[in-house]
């Protein structure tokens, strides 16, 4: 149960993260344009947004179980293609705008005429983050048991959220570049083991026929069962490894990985971010990752 829930810990965590600097941003800008007033409005979309996306899980997951068997395998399949886009493309999307996203928030903020233009901001930009994670989680669901997964989301996003309190309470200043960097990457790891999934999932269901001979057969070792040991299970989750490993399974992970990984590392290791203080003397929260 301990080696499940460390990939959603990891998951949740870096959307905690992100989410709360969200959240950061937006008080920290209304208070510099003395609009506290509507921190109130700020919040309720937060919490809205939230609920949203947990909704949305819940949909996604009891829908799931009414599948008969053989059409599980395949939801499960599409499961695990759609993960894989939405984790690598928001590793690179959030990677391209995170140097800009403070100044388009600060100005969306600003911008605002109402409490409830500015609750409407605050439940778009952190549902967004919500809906993502809550439909890649869902992918996680299928190898991990249920409490393990909540476990694993539940520490992750109350992690983020003290982390979250101390960049904006106390000036708090976490090296950004580096947290995301790693974030990144092993999201990116774990995108190569869902997309390792997906590939078994096409060859179990018999719409690809090569690359099908095993590269190991570790299923009569139990500290290598994917069911049976701690390591395994780790291994399962976290890189997308089955005690019977197919020639295509392993190509397409190392592939996949290094791709990604390999055009990830190196659009973010030139970037120096600047460290701003403002007049005032406070330490900002900054989104200037990198990542």
Same mark, same amino acid.
């Given at each position: 149960? #301990? ?9 949740? $965590? ?10 950061? /941003? ?7 344009? !003395? ?42 399949? /599409?499961?695990? #293609? ?19 996203? !403070? ?41 991990? %048991? ?7 989301? $539940?520490?992750? &996003? $109350? &992690?983020? /959220? ?9 000036? +708090?200043?976490?090296? +950004? ?17 869902? #997309? ?7 060859? %179990?269901?018999?719409? /690809?026929?090569?690359?099908? %001979?095993?590269?190991? %057969? ?37 592939? +996949? ?6 055009? #990830? ?5 030139? +970037? ?20």
């Amino acid at each position: 149960m #301990f080696a499940n829930f460390i990939p959603t810990f990891v998951l949740f $965590l870096r959307e905690g993260l992100e989410a709360s600097m969200i959240v950061s /941003i937006l008080l920290t800008s209304l208070r510099q344009l !003395k609009l506290t007033r509507h921190n109130k409005a700020v919040w309720i979309g937060v919490v809205l947004a939230i609920i949203c996306a947990f909704g949305i899980a819940i949909l996604l997951k009891t829908v799931s179980d009414l599948f008969s068997p053989d059409f599980l395998n395949i939801f499960k399949t /599409i499961t695990y #293609f759609v993960a894989v886009v939405i984790i690598t493309w928001m590793t690179f999307w959030v990677q391209h705008h995170s140097r800009t996203l !403070k100044q388009e928030l600060t100005t969306q903020a600003s911008m605002a005429s109402s409490g409830f233009a500015l609750g409407l901001l605050a439940f778009s930009t952190v549902g967004r983050e919500g809906i993502e994670t809550a439909i890649f989680t869902l992918a996680f669901a299928f190898q991990a %048991d249920t409490l393990a997964l909540l476990g694993g989301a $539940l520490l992750g &996003v $109350l &992690v983020a /959220i003290a982390l979250g309190v101390l960049i904006y309470r106390f000036g +708090y200043r976490l090296n +950004y570049r580096i947290f995301f960097r790693v974030m990144g990457i092993l999201l990116l790891i774990m995108a190569s083991g869902l #997309f390792s999934n997906f590939l078994l999932g096409l060859q %179990d269901a018999g719409w /690809i026929n090569f690359g099908t %001979d095993l590269v190991w %057969d570790a299923s009569n070792i139990e500290w290598l069962s994917e069911s049976k040991s701690v390591l395994g299970s780790l291994l399962h989750i976290f890189v997308g490894y089955t005690d019977m490993t197919t020639v295509l399974q392993l190509v397409g992970f190392i592939i +996949y990985l290094c791709v990604t990984a390999g055009c #990830f590392w190196w659009a973010t290791r030139a +970037y120096k971010p600047a460290s701003k203080i403002e007049p005032s003397g406070e330490a900002q929260p900054t989104v200037n990752s990198g990542s």
